[in-house]
Protein backbone atom coordinates (compact mmCIF):
# COMPACT_ATOMS: atom_id res chain seq x y z
CA UNK A 1 0.00 0.00 0.00
CA UNK A 2 2.55 2.20 0.99
CA UNK A 3 4.48 1.95 -2.28
CA UNK A 4 1.04 2.34 -4.47
CA UNK A 5 0.24 5.31 -2.22
CA UNK A 6 4.13 6.92 -3.07
CA UNK A 7 4.02 6.06 -6.84
CA UNK A 8 0.31 7.88 -7.02
CA UNK A 9 1.73 10.78 -5.18
CA UNK A 10 4.84 10.58 -7.89
CA UNK A 11 2.55 10.63 -10.41
CA UNK A 12 0.16 13.51 -9.55
CA UNK A 13 3.50 15.63 -8.99
CA UNK A 14 4.84 15.09 -12.36
CA UNK A 15 1.55 15.58 -14.14
CA UNK A 16 -0.28 17.86 -12.18
CA UNK A 17 -0.94 21.28 -10.79
CA UNK A 18 -3.35 19.66 -7.56
CA UNK A 19 -2.15 18.85 -4.09
CA UNK A 20 -0.87 14.93 -4.30
CA UNK A 21 -2.06 14.60 -1.06
CA UNK A 22 -5.58 16.20 -1.30
CA UNK A 23 -5.98 14.54 -4.27
CA UNK A 24 -5.17 10.68 -3.28
CA UNK A 25 -7.15 11.19 0.31
CA UNK A 26 -10.25 12.02 -2.06
CA UNK A 27 -9.90 8.69 -4.18
CA UNK A 28 -9.23 6.76 -1.16
CA UNK A 29 -12.54 8.37 0.35
CA UNK A 30 -14.43 6.75 -2.80
CA UNK A 31 -12.67 3.47 -2.85
CA UNK A 32 -13.55 3.05 1.03
CA UNK A 33 -17.03 4.04 0.22
CA UNK A 34 -17.50 1.36 -2.72
CA UNK A 35 -15.79 -1.66 -0.29
CA UNK A 36 -18.35 -0.65 2.31
CA UNK A 37 -21.62 -0.55 0.14
CA UNK A 38 -20.44 -2.86 -2.79
CA UNK A 39 -18.16 -5.72 -1.69
CA UNK A 40 -20.49 -7.28 0.48
CA UNK A 41 -19.29 -10.47 -0.37
CA UNK A 42 -17.28 -12.37 -2.85
CA UNK A 43 -19.33 -12.10 -5.94
CA UNK A 44 -19.63 -8.28 -5.54
CA UNK A 45 -18.73 -6.43 -8.19
CA UNK A 46 -16.58 -2.74 -7.24
CA UNK A 47 -17.69 0.45 -8.74
CA UNK A 48 -13.97 1.89 -8.29
CA UNK A 49 -12.29 0.56 -10.96
CA UNK A 50 -10.60 0.86 -14.33
CA UNK A 51 -10.95 -1.25 -17.01
CA UNK A 52 -7.83 -1.86 -19.16
CA UNK A 53 -10.14 -0.74 -22.39
CA UNK A 54 -11.63 2.12 -20.70
CA UNK A 55 -12.09 5.63 -21.70
CA UNK A 56 -10.60 7.69 -18.85
CA UNK A 57 -14.03 9.59 -18.95
CA UNK A 58 -16.17 6.74 -18.36
CA UNK A 59 -14.30 5.68 -15.20
CA UNK A 60 -14.10 9.45 -14.00
CA UNK A 61 -17.74 9.50 -14.34
CA UNK A 62 -18.12 6.31 -12.14
CA UNK A 63 -15.62 7.36 -9.28
CA UNK A 64 -16.68 10.91 -9.05
CA UNK A 65 -20.22 9.59 -8.98
CA UNK A 66 -18.58 7.76 -5.53
CA UNK A 67 -16.92 10.49 -4.61
CA UNK A 68 -20.02 12.50 -4.23
CA UNK A 69 -22.15 9.31 -2.78
CA UNK A 70 -19.60 9.16 0.13
CA UNK A 71 -19.72 12.97 0.91
CA UNK A 72 -23.44 12.81 1.57
CA UNK A 73 -22.61 9.28 3.93
CA UNK A 74 -19.74 10.74 5.56
CA UNK A 75 -21.22 14.83 5.44
CA UNK A 76 -18.68 16.74 7.44
CA UNK A 77 -14.89 15.07 5.96
CA UNK A 78 -15.31 17.30 3.06
CA UNK A 79 -16.72 20.59 2.18
CA UNK A 80 -20.41 19.79 -0.12
CA UNK A 81 -18.80 21.63 -3.41
CA UNK A 82 -14.96 19.79 -3.42
CA UNK A 83 -14.57 17.86 -6.23
CA UNK A 84 -11.75 15.69 -7.34
CA UNK A 85 -9.39 17.91 -10.08
CA UNK A 86 -7.06 15.43 -11.32
CA UNK A 87 -7.08 14.91 -15.36
CA UNK A 88 -8.73 11.86 -16.77
CA UNK A 89 -5.32 10.08 -17.06
CA UNK A 90 -4.07 10.77 -14.07
CA UNK A 91 -7.42 9.69 -12.31
CA UNK A 92 -7.25 6.55 -14.12
CA UNK A 93 -3.52 6.05 -13.52
CA UNK A 94 -3.79 6.31 -9.91
CA UNK A 95 -7.47 4.56 -9.83
CA UNK A 96 -5.76 1.19 -11.60
CA UNK A 97 -2.84 1.44 -8.76
CA UNK A 98 -5.78 1.79 -5.94
CA UNK A 99 -8.08 -0.72 -7.53
CA UNK A 100 -5.24 -3.74 -6.49
CA UNK A 101 -5.90 -3.01 -2.41
CA UNK A 102 -9.02 -3.87 -0.39
CA UNK A 103 -8.48 -1.08 2.28
CA UNK A 104 -11.18 -2.17 4.92
CA UNK A 105 -9.21 -6.04 4.61
CA UNK A 106 -5.77 -3.93 5.29
CA UNK A 107 -4.23 -3.12 8.56
CA UNK A 108 -5.31 0.49 9.55
CA UNK A 109 -1.71 1.32 10.24
CA UNK A 110 -0.58 0.69 6.55
CA UNK A 111 -3.25 3.62 5.89
CA UNK A 112 -1.46 6.00 8.55
CA UNK A 113 1.64 5.43 7.28
CA UNK A 114 0.62 6.36 3.79
CA UNK A 115 -1.08 9.29 5.25
CA UNK A 116 2.21 10.18 6.47
CA UNK A 117 4.87 9.60 4.09
CA UNK A 118 2.59 11.72 2.37
CA UNK A 119 2.46 14.91 4.94
CA UNK A 120 4.44 17.88 3.35
CA UNK A 121 7.48 18.07 5.14
CA UNK A 122 6.58 21.60 6.14
CA UNK A 123 3.91 20.21 7.87
CA UNK A 124 5.70 18.05 10.14
CA UNK A 125 7.76 19.39 13.21
CA UNK A 126 11.36 19.04 14.17
CA UNK A 127 10.51 16.11 16.51
CA UNK A 128 8.72 13.76 13.74
CA UNK A 129 5.58 15.29 14.79
CA UNK A 130 3.02 16.09 12.26
CA UNK A 131 -0.38 18.19 11.72
CA UNK A 132 -3.45 15.86 10.66
CA UNK A 133 -5.20 17.23 8.15
CA UNK A 134 -9.01 18.05 9.24
CA UNK A 135 -10.22 15.85 6.48
CA UNK A 136 -8.39 12.78 7.54
CA UNK A 137 -9.42 13.52 10.83
CA UNK A 138 -13.27 13.92 10.22
CA UNK A 139 -13.03 10.69 8.26
CA UNK A 140 -11.35 8.55 11.20
CA UNK A 141 -14.19 10.34 13.56
CA UNK A 142 -16.83 9.22 11.16
CA UNK A 143 -15.50 5.63 10.54
CA UNK A 144 -15.68 4.75 13.71
CA UNK A 145 -18.88 5.77 14.76
CA UNK A 146 -20.80 4.25 11.36
Same mark, same amino acid.
Given at each position: ?5 ? /? ?25 ? /? ?53 ? @? ?16 ? /?????? !?? =? ?9 ? /????? =???? @? ?9 ? !?
Amino acid at each position: MLSIVK /DCENYIKAHEGSDAFDEIFKLIFAKLF /DERRNLKNDSSSAQFRVGALEAAETARTRITTLFKQAKVRWEGVFNPGEEILLGD @HSLAYCVSALQRTYLLKS /DVDVLG !AA =FEIMVNPAMKG /DKGQY =FTPR @HVVNLCVLRGS !A
